[in-house]
C-alpha cells in the first residue's frame, strides 16, 4: 500500500482508455485528452473502480497517453454515493452521475473506451466543472418552500398520510442534478442571468412546485407558484418529448408532475379569467 | 469598499445542517448573513445521513422514556467524557427540533394513523429516531435549504457558494473580525468583515484517506482555524462504523439493519489443531469455500449476541481479523453474508441497502456474500467550544440539589441545569466572536456518538447557540465591522496570497495525492481501532515525513483559474497539520474509553482521564501542546460503561417491555440493533 499509482498498476486486469473533453471556460480553448487507466474489476482488490475513482487516479498521474504532462481534470464532486449530485457529466454521450457510473459495467473489455463531456446546458468554468447556478436561482422564481411564521416552537406540522408521505418523498429526492434539463430538448443553455426569469424553468423545478402545492402549508402560496407557471417559461414550454424522466437517476416522476401541474396552471388560469383578475 | 455601519454582519462558513439553521436563526433576528460553502449548500455532505434524528416522542414516553432518559443514554454511549449541560439542553430542545423540521416540510415517514413513525437504533431500547426514508440527511438539509433561499429573496442571507474559508481575521485584541476566502472559480481572494464568525464545516473524514464522509470533509477549515490559535478538543475521538463497503474512491456505509436481518460475518480460514489460520487461497469465490473454512468471527467468540454485537466491538474484531491476515483475498475486507436468506424477504426489508450496494459493486448480495470493512464515519472531536450553564446547574454540581430519576419526568417542570438560552457564548471558541457549529464543535458525543445523535447535534447548534451568536453581536460587538481598520484584513489576505504564492512555486518530484493517500493510509493503520503508544510513534515519524515531503512537493497544475490541484494541496497541509494532535490527543491517552481503544491502557481510568484533551498549535514546532480540561459532570455520575451486562439475549426490547424511569439506569440502556446508519 504505497501510492495509488502502484497499487493500481501492480493489480490491475486492463486498461481503459478515457477520452476526456477538457477546456480553460466556456467554449475556451475546448481540445480533447486521451488517458490510459489501469484497472481492477470489482470482484478483486479494493473495491470496484469507477468514473472518479479513474480521474483521482489521473491527478497523481496527470500524463496523458501520448506521455505528455498535462494538469488534472477539473470536475464537481462531493458524496460519491449518487445524492449530492455534484457530479454530472456526459459518460460515453449519456448524462449521469460520474461516482455510480462503474468501469466494470460501462467498459467491460480492455482497451474499452469511455467518453467524458461537461453538461452542454450549463456554462463551462474549466474542464467537467459546469456551473448549475440557474437550476438554484429557478426555485427562487417558483417559492420552493413552505411559508412557515419562524422557527419559535409552534407544535408539530401537518398530518399526513402514508400514502401522501410516499409520493411526496419520492418529489424530495430530487438532488438538483440538472440530468433532466441536459436531456431536454426545450431546456436550453442561457448564459444570461437577465433571461433566467423568462427562460423554461425545466422539469426539476416544475415537480419541486408540485411537491410544495401538495403540503397542506405549502399550498397557502399555490397561487405564487402557478403564476410562475402560467408565465413565459412556465410549464406550457415543454413539449412533452418526455426525456426527463428517462434521464432522471432519483427515478422520480416527472411526467405525472408536468401533467399534474399542466392542468393545475390550466384551471387557475381559467379560474383567474372569470374572477377577472 | 465602504460598509453601511449601521448593518451588522454575521459571517456562516458551512452549509450543512449547522450552517443552514445557524443562518436562519440569525437571519431571522433581523441580522445580515454571509453564507460560506465550498459547494452548493445544498450539495453538502449532510445529504449522505442515512439512518435518521433521534428525540423523545408520545409513544416512547408512555413507555418510560423522556429527555432526561436521551440525555442519559447519549451520556453513557460516549463514556461519559462529555460535558452535561449541553447535552442535557439538546435532549430537551429534540422534540421541538423535530416539530419545526415537520413543520418546514420534511417528508417523514409516517404510520398508518398519519403520525410520525419511529424506529429502533443503538444505544437504546426505544424507539426515538425519526426518518425519511433511507435518507434522512438528505431530506433534513432541503428542508433547511428551502427556508434559507426564501431568506435570500428578501437579501437578509447572501450565499457564497465555491468559495473557500482560508482563514479567520483575528484583530490585535485577539478578536475574530471576518474571514479570508478564496473563489474557487476566479480563484480570487479576498477579506469579509462580520461582527461574529461561525464555523460549521463538518468533520475531518478525509485525514484516514477513504472514509464513509463526501470529498470535502478534509477537515482543513477547523485544522486553518487551529493554526490561528483555536484550541481543538478531544482530537483523538474517532468514530469507525463497523460495516462500509471498500471502494476505490470512499467506504460507502453498510447500514447495520443488514446484521440485525441476520447477516453473517466470516472470513475463509483453515483450523490446525484447534486454532484458526489464514486460508490458502483467500481470494476464492466465497460460495466455494467449504463450511468449515469459514470462521464466523462474531458468532464463535460473542456466542450470545452474534453479529449484533456493539458497533465498536463489531469494528475492533473486524479490524483484528484483517490484522492477522485473514482478510478476504488477503486484503482489508471480511464476508458480510446474506445469501442464506430468502430472496424474497430480503428485498422487502432490505431493499433500500441492497441497491447501493449493486449500484455501487455491481455485485447482487443476495447472490454473493458483501465484502465489508470498518469505515471512519464521524470526529467526535473538535474545536474546542464553551458555553453558559443554566443558572441551577451549579447547585446539580456542588451537590446541593440532585436529579431524582425515579419521577416520571416532565420536560416543562425540568430544573434549569442545561445552557442559559442568554448567554452570548454557547459553542463559541477560546477566540472572541469565533462561534463552531455541527461536527466541528467537539461537545455533545464524548467518547462515543450515539446513531442518529449527530443531525441532532448539527441543528441544535444551530438553532439554539445561534442566538448566542445573536447575543453576542448585539452585546459585545456594536458597530464592530465599520470601526476596524482595513489593515488587518490586508495582512490576512497578503498572508494568503503569500502562501498560494509559495505552493505555486515548489518545484520538487512529490505530489500532493500520493502524500494524502500516504497519510490516509498511515492514520487507519495506527490511529483509529486499535491504538498503542508503538504505532502511533510511528505514525507521528512517518506524518514528520510526509511534512518533509510536502516541502517537497509540486503542482501539476500551476494556473490562475479554477485550480482544484492548488486547492487541494494546500488542504493536504492542513490535514497533515490536523494529524499531529489527533496522534498526540491518543498517545497522551492513557486508557481505552468509547471508540479510544489501547491495549496497552485496556480500562477506562476517570481519575487520570475524566478529561477533555486540549490541543494547542505550537507555531513554532507546528506541534500541537496537549493539556486537559475537567469535565462538567454534575447531573448523572459517570458510572461503568458495559453494554454486554444491559443485554443478554432474549432481554426485553423496546416493542415488549417498556422500562419506568424508576430502572436503575444502567439497565434500561442497551444496545438496540434495529434501524439503519
Ligand atoms: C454516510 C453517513 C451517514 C450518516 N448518517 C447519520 C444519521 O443517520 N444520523 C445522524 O445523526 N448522523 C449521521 N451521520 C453524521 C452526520 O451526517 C454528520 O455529522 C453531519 O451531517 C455533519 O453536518 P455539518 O453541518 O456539521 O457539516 P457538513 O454537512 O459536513 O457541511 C460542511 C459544510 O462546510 C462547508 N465547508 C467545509 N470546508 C469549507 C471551507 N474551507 N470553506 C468553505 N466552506 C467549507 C462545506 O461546503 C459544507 O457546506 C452520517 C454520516 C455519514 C458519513
Ligand atoms: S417532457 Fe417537457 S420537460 Fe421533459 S424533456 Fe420533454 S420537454 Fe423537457
Ligand atoms: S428531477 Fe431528477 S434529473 Fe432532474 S434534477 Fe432532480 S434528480 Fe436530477
Ligand atoms: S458525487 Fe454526489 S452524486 Fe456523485
Redesign the pocket.
Given at each position: 500500500m504505497s501510492n495509488t499509482t502502484t497499487s493500481i498498476a501492480q493489480a490491475g486486469t486492463r486498461t481503459v482508455r478515457f477520452r476526456i473533453k477538457r477546456a480553460d471556460g466556456h467554449k475556451k480553448n475546448v481540445r480533447w485528452e486521451e488517458y490510459d487507466v489501469p484497472v481492477t474489476s470489482g470482484s478483486e482488490g479494493s473495491g470496484s473502480a469507477n468514473v472518479i475513482s479513474c480521474l483521482q487516479h489521473i491527478a497523481a498521474n496527470p500524463v496523458t497517453r501520448h506521455g505528455e504532462r498535462t494538469t488534472p481534470i477539473t470536475y464537481d464532486v462531493g458524496c460519491l454515493?449518487e445524492v449530492c449530485g455534484s457530479c454530472t457529466m456526459l459518460i460515453n454521450g449519456h448524462v449521469r452521475q460520474a461516482c455510480s457510473c462503474l468501469i466494470d459495467t460501462c467498459a467491460p473489455r480492455d482497451g474499452d473506451v469511455i467518453t467524458l463531456e461537461p453538461m452542454t446546458k450549463f456554462p463551462v468554468i474549466r474542464d467537467l466543472w459546469v456551473d448549475r447556478a440557474r437550476l438554484f436561482e429557478t426555485l427562487k422564481r417558483t417559492s420552493a418552500w413552505v411559508p412557515i411564521d419562524g422557527t419559535y416552537h409552534l407544535g408539530a406540522g401537518p398530518m399526513e398520510t402514508p400514502d401522501e408521505q410516499q409520493v411526496r418523498y419520492k418529489l424530495s429526492e430530487c438532488m438538483s442534478c440538472g440530468c433532466c434539463l441536459e436531456a431536454c430538448p426545450q431546456y436550453l443553455i442561457e448564459e444570461d442571468v437577465e433571461n433566467w426569469d423568462s427562460a423554461f424553468v425545466g422539469a426539476a423545478v416544475i415537480s419541486q412546485a408540485r411537491y410544495f402545492n401538495m403540503h397542506e402549508t405549502g399550498a397557502s402560496t399555490k397561487k405564487l407558484r402557478l403564476d410562475a407557471l402560467s408565465e413565459a417559461g412556465g410549464v406550457s414550454d415543454c413539449g412533452n418529448a418526455q426525456n426527463c424522466v428517462k434521464a432522471c437517476p432519483k427515478e422520480i416522476p416527472l411526467t405525472e408532475s408536468i401533467a399534474a401541474m399542466g392542468r393545475a396552471v390550466t384551471v387557475h388560469k381559467i379560474k383567474q379569467f372569470f374572477s377577472g383578475q | 469598499m465602504a460598509i453601511p455601519s449601521s448593518e451588522q454582519r454575521v459571517i456562516v462558513?458551512?452549509?450543512?445542517?449547522?450552517?443552514?439553521a445557524g443562518s436562519i436563526r440569525v437571519a431571522e433576528a433581523g441580522f445580515a448573513v454571509d453564507l460560506?460553502?465550498?459547494?452548493p449548500?445544498k450539495?453538502?455532505?449532510?445529504?449522505?445521513?442515512?439512518?435518521?434524528?433521534?428525540a423523545c416522542n408520545e409513544v416512547a414516553r408512555q413507555q418510560g422514556y423522556s429527555e432526561f432518559e436521551h440525555f442519559d443514554e447519549t451520556l453513557y454511549g460516549g463514556d461519559f467524557l462529555q460535558h452535561q449541560p449541553p447535552v442535557f439542553e439538546m435532549t430537551h430542545w429534540a422534540p421541538k427540533i423535530i416539530d419545526l423540521l415537520d413543520r418546514m416540510g420534511v417528508p417523514f415517514n409516517r404510520t398508518d394513523e398519519a403520525q410520525r413513525a419511529l424506529r429502533l437504533f443503538g444505544g437504546s431500547l426505544y424507539k426515538r429516531t425519526h426518518f425519511s426514508g433511507a435518507t434522512?440527511?438528505q431530506q433534513l438539509?432541503y428542508a433547511l435549504d428551502e427556508q434559507v433561499r426564501r431568506y435570500e429573496t428578501q437579501g437578509r442571507i447572501t450565499k457564497y457558494e465555491f468559495?473557500?474559508?482560508?482563514r479567520p481575521v483575528i484583530d490585535s485584541d485577539g478578536k475574530c473580525i471576518g474571514i479570508v476566502?478564496q473563489d474557487l472559480r476566479t480563484m480570487q481572494v479576498r477579506s469579509f468583515r462580520a461582527d461574529a464568525v461561525v464555523i460549521?464545516?463538518?468533520?475531518p473524514?478525509l485525514v484516514f484517506g477513504k472514509?464513509?464522509?463526501?470529498v470535502?470533509?478534509?477537515g482543513?477549515?477547523a485544522s486553518?482555524c487551529y493554526q490561528h490559535g483555536v484550541k481543538y478538543g478531544n482530537p483523538e475521538f474517532i468514530q469507525v462504523h463497523p460495516t462500509a463497503i471498500p471502494g476505490a474512491d470512499k467506504l460507502?456505509?453498510m447500514s447495520e439493519s443488514a446484521r440485525g436481518e441476520g447477516g453473517r460475518v466470516w472470513v475463509p480460514a483453515m483450523k490446525k489443531n484447534g486454532e484458526w489460520t489464514p486460508h490458502p487461497t483467500p481470494g476464492m469465490a466465497p460460495r466455494t469455500v467449504p463450511v468449515d473454512e469459514r470462521w464466523y468471527i462474531l458468532e464463535e467468540k460473542y456466542p450470545a449476541y452474534g453479529n449484533i454485537v456493539p458497533r465498536d466491538i463489531a469494528t475492533r474484531e473486524i479490524f483484528g481479523v484483517c490484522r492477522d491476515g485473514f482478510g478476504v483475498g488477503g486484503g482489508n475486507m471480511v464476508y458480510l453474508d446474506l445469501t442464506h436468506k430468502p430472496k424474497e424477504e430480503l428485498e422487502r426489508k432490505l431493499g433500500g441497502i441492497l441497491e447501493i450496494y449493486r449500484k455501487f459493486v455491481g455485485e447482487d448480495p443476495t447472490e454473493v456474500p458483501m465484502k465489508i470493512f470498518p469505515g471512519v464515519?464521524?470526529s467526535m472531536g473538535g474545536l474546542w467550544t464553551q458555553y453558559t450553564p443554566a443558572a441551577e446547574y451549579e447547585r446539580y454540581e456542588s451537590g446541593e440539589a440532585s436529579i431524582d430519576n425515579t419521577r416520571v419526568w416532565d420536560p416543562h417542570k425540568r430544573p434549569a441545569c442545561g445552557l442559559d438560552a442568554h448567554a452570548d457564548n454557547n459553542m463559541m471558541t477560546n477566540i472572541d466572536g469565533l462561534f463552531a457549529?455541527?461536527?466541528?464543535n467537539y461537545q455533545y458525543h464524548g467518547g462515543t456518538?450515539l446513531?442518529?445523535?449527530?443531525?441532532?447535534?448539527?441543528i441544535f447548534d444551530g438553532l439554539f447557540c445561534g442566538q448566542s451568536v445573536v447575543q453576542y453581536v448585539t452585546r459585545r460587538a456594536k458597530n464592530l465591522v465599520a470601526d476596524r481598520p482595513q489593515a488587518v484584513y490586508d495582512e490576512s489576505v497578503e498572508g494568503e496570497h503569500k502562501k498560494i504564492a509559495e505552493l505555486m512555486s515548489r518545484s520538487g518530484a512529490e505530489n500532493p495525492y500520493v502524500i494524502a493517500k500516504e497519510l490516509g493510509d498511515v492514520m487507519t493503520r495506527e490511529s483509529t481501532v486499535v491504538k498503542d503508544e508503538e504505532g502511533l510513534n510511528r505514525a507521528l515519524v512517518c506524518v514528520s515525513e510526509l511534512n518533509d515531503r510536502y516541502a517537497q512537493m509540486s503542482l501539476a497544475d500551476t494556473s490562475g483559474w479554477s485550480n482544484q490541484n492548488l486547492t487541494w494541496a494546500r488542504?493536504v497541509g492542513d490535514m497533515l497539520i490536523l494529524a499531529d494532535p489527533i496522534l498526540r490527543g491518543g498517545l497522551a491517552r492513557k486508557e481505552s474509553r468509547g471508540s479510544h481503544y489501547r491495549p496497552d491502557y485496556p480500562d477506562r481510568n476517570d481519575k487520570d482521564f475524566l478529561k477533555t484533551t486540549i490541543a494547542t498549535f505550537d507555531p513554532v514546532t507546528k506541534q500541537s501542546m496537549i493539556s486537559y480540561e475537567e469535565v462538567e459532570t454534575g447531573l448523572v455520575k459517570p458510572r461503568v460503561r458495559d453494554y454486554s451486562k444491559a443485554k443478554a439475549k432474549g432481554a426485553p426490547t423496546a416493542s415488549n417491555a417498556p422500562k419506568k424511569q424508576s430502572a436503575p439506569l444502567g439497565e434500561t440502556v442497551g444496545t438496540g440493533s434495529g434501524g439503519?446508519?
Open positions: 454515493e | 462558513v458551512g452549509g450543512g445542517l449547522a450552517g443552514l460560506f460553502s465550498l459547494v449548500v450539495r453538502s455532505h449532510s445529504v449522505c445521513a442515512q439512518g435518521g434524528i433521534n434522512t440527511g438539509m468559495w473557500e474559508f482560508l476566502a460549521a464545516t463538518g468533520g473524514g472514509s464513509t464522509n463526501s470535502m470533509c478534509t482543513a477549515a486553518r460507502r456505509l464515519h464521524y457549529f455541527g461536527e466541528v456518538r446513531g442518529a445523535n449527530a443531525l441532532l447535534s448539527c488542504a439503519a446508519s
